[in-house]
């Protein structure tokens, strides 16, 4: 399974941006998919997750601005975030599990100014 992220960029704060994430592989596999995101010196924390039956789970800082979907034809996963702020800034990264393993895209970049 490999996951190409994307949507990621400068925004300013009030403002939104989506984040795509592809799938290709053995993508029939996956379970769960979500977006995680690392903040220089920080770790990687959960933002969002959507099983493969649609159940979805928020991180508490980004409940009510964001929402995740996926499109399982497409094999993609988006995020959809509204109402940034500053401290939204991160590296966000793309995941999806199946039943043996983890799987990660490359990271894409969002900046937000205040």
């Known amino acids: 399974v490999q996951l190409q992220a994307s949507g990621g960029g400068l925004v300013q704060a009030g403002g939104s941006l989506r984040l795509s994430c592809a799938g290709s592989g053995n993508m029939a596999s996956i379970n769960d998919m979500g977006w995680y995101r690392q903040a220089p010196g920080n770790e990687r924390v959960l933002v969002a997750r959507?099983?493969?039956?649609?159940?979805?789970n928020y991180a508490d800082s980004v409940k009510g601005r964001s929402t995740i979907s996926r499109d399982i034809a497409k094999n993609t996963v988006y995020l959809q975030m509204n109402s940034l702020k500053p401290e939204d800034t991160a590296v966000y990264y793309c995941?999806?599990?199946?039943?043996?393993?983890?799987?990660w895209g490359q990271g894409t970049l969002v900046t937000v100014s205040s």
């Open positions: 995941n999806a599990n199946d039943f043996l393993r983890s799987y």
């Open positions: 959507i099983s493969s039956l649609g159940r979805r």
